[in-house]
C-alpha cells in the first residue's frame, strides 16, 4: 500500500511534461510536507537520522544524490537534495526522487508499523493530490 502512496507522490511532484526546475521544487516540497507530518511523531532527530540513512542506502544505487555532508537537519538535508538536483534531467531526479522515497517509507514501516506509516502518508500526501495523480497516471 505505501508503495502506491510514492508512485502517486511522485507523478505529483513531477507530473509528465514538467521542466527539471519544476521537478526539483516538487520534490523537495515532498520531502518538506513529509518531514513536516513526520517530526511531532519522531522528533526532528528521529527525521533526519531516517532521511541520513535513506541518503546512504540510495547513494548505493544513484552515488550523486546525496554527499555525505547530508547535513545535520532535514533543512539542511533538504538544501543539499535541491543542490545535488539542480542540473539533472527529469529522468534522473524521478528515478533517484522514487528510490529515495521508496527506502524512507520502508525503513519507517519496519520502526512505526505499516498501519501509522500509512496514516502519515495520506497526511503528507492527501488523498485529493494522490487521486488527481492516479488520474494523471491512467492517462
Same mark, same amino acid.
Not at 523537495?28 to 511523531?41: C, K, S, Y
Not at 540513512?53 to 537534495?81: K, S
Given at each position: 500500500?505505501?508503495?502506491?502512496? =510514492?508512485?502517486?507522490?511522485? @507523478? ?5 511534461? @514538467? &521542466?527539471?526546475?519544476?521537478? =526539483?521544487?516538487? =520534490? ?8 513536516? @507530518? ?13 532521511? *541520513? +540513512?535513506?541518503?546512504? *542506502?540510495? +547513494?548505493?544505487?544513484?552515488? $550523486? @544524490?546525496?554527499?555525505?555532508? &547530508?547535513?545535520?537537519?532535514? &533543512?539542511?538535508?533538504?538544501? *543539499?537534495?535541491?543542490?545535488? !538536483? ?24 519496519? !520502526?512505526?508499523?505499516?498501519?501509522? &506509516?500509512?496514516? !502519515? *502518508?495520506?497526511?503528507? $500526501? ?14
Amino acid at each position: 500500500m505505501t508503495a502506491r502512496h =510514492v508512485d502517486r507522490a511522485m @507523478v505529483g511532484a513531477a507530473p509528465d511534461g @514538467v &521542466t527539471a526546475e519544476a521537478a =526539483v521544487d516538487g =520534490v523537495v516540497a515532498a520531502w518538506r510536507t513529509m518531514f513536516d @507530518v513526520l517530526a511531532p511523531v519522531i522528533g526532528e532527530g528521529g527525521v533526519t537520522a531516517l532521511f *541520513l +540513512r535513506t541518503c546512504n *542506502l540510495t +547513494r548505493l544505487e544513484h552515488d $550523486w @544524490v546525496c554527499r555525505p555532508d &547530508t547535513g545535520d537537519g532535514t &533543512t539542511a538535508g533538504l538544501a *543539499l537534495l535541491a543542490e545535488v !538536483l539542480e542540473g539533472r534531467s527529469v529522468e534522473e531526479i524521478c528515478a533517484a526522487t522514487h528510490r529515495m522515497l521508496t527506502t524512507f517509507v520502508t525503513i519507517l514501516g519496519s !520502526l512505526i508499523g505499516s498501519a501509522l &506509516t500509512e496514516r !502519515l *502518508l495520506v497526511m503528507a $500526501w492527501p488523498e485529493v493530490a494522490i487521486d488527481v495523480c492516479e488520474e494523471n497516471a491512467k492517462s
